[in-house]
């Protein structure tokens, strides 16, 4: 099955800077790739995906780059702000097949004023 | 608009007791997902449905069983909890299996379970 590494575990950027999460997938059948967004005590949340027909996708400060020769793809936040601090997931998966999506182990986002 | 309901949202259990989860969504989603989410392992598949009538097994199912009589009911039983299923339980759904299928997982609240 697939097998998701994600990191790093934990990120500490100031305000304002960027942040990089970087994770690989194995299977190299899936084609879909997206990040959610965890706040403490809450449900995950989709904040943006990529499938793998593009390289690269952006939604204001937010953008998702995938290599499928390398098969890694990464989360860029930039001008960060203290509501992005989360925990973040990637996950990959074939849409075209029957299971749900694999998940990293979630990188925890701390944005320091 | 609900979408998708889980009960309880927390549970303190005796070793050995019988616990069932409760899920239920009201968007017709084809799939459903029971995922467990435990700090530094982050969230790993128990068991899925794609339809009504059938499932299969995640990376994790042993000790859990599910079952999908209908489109929008999804229950998790544990026949005999232990310790080590302390965890925070996310029910999820999702198109899968439809022309309309983008691929999102839409999650619940969670279930907080403690196994003592």
């Known amino acids: 099955g697939e097998n998701v590494e994600q990191h790093p575990s934990t990120l500490s950027v100031q305000e304002g800077d960027s942040a990089v999460i970087k994770c690989t997938y194995s299977?190299?059948?899936?084609?879909?790739f997206p990040w959610y967004k965890q706040e403490l005590g809450k449900r995950p949340q989709l904040i943006i995906d990529?499938?793998?027909?593009?390289g690269e996708k952006k939604d204001q400060r937010i953008a998702v780059t995938l290599n499928k020769t390398a098969k890694h793809f990464s989360l860029h936040i930039t001008e960060t702000q203290p509501e992005d601090s989360a925990v973040y997931f990637c996950a990959a998966k074939n849409l075209g097949g029957a299971d749900g999506l694999t998940f990293g182990k979630g990188t925890h986002l701390i944005i320091q004023p | 608009i609900a979408g998708i309901t889980q009960a309880p949202t927390s549970q303190i259990l005796a070793a050995g007791r019988r616990m069932t989860l409760r899920c239920t969504q009201d968007m017709r989603h084809n799939a459903m997902y029971w995922y467990r989410q435990d700090l530094g392992l982050g969230l790993r598949l128990i068991h899925y449905s794609n339809t009504a009538g059938t499932t299969g097994k995640g990376e994790v199912p042993d000790g859990y069983s599910v079952s999908r009589a209908n489109t929008d009911d999804f229950p998790l039983t544990l026949a005999s909890a232990v310790p080590s299923q302390t965890s925070v339980y996310f029910c999820?759904?999702?198109?899968?299996?439809?022309?309309?299928?983008?691929?999102?997982?839409?999650f619940g609240e969670g279930s907080r379970l403690t196994v003592l």
């Open positions: 990529i499938r793998s027909n593009v």
């Open positions: 299977d190299s059948a899936s084609n879909y």
């Open positions: 999820a759904s999702s198109r899968e299996g439809t022309g309309a299928d983008t691929g999102e997982l839409f």
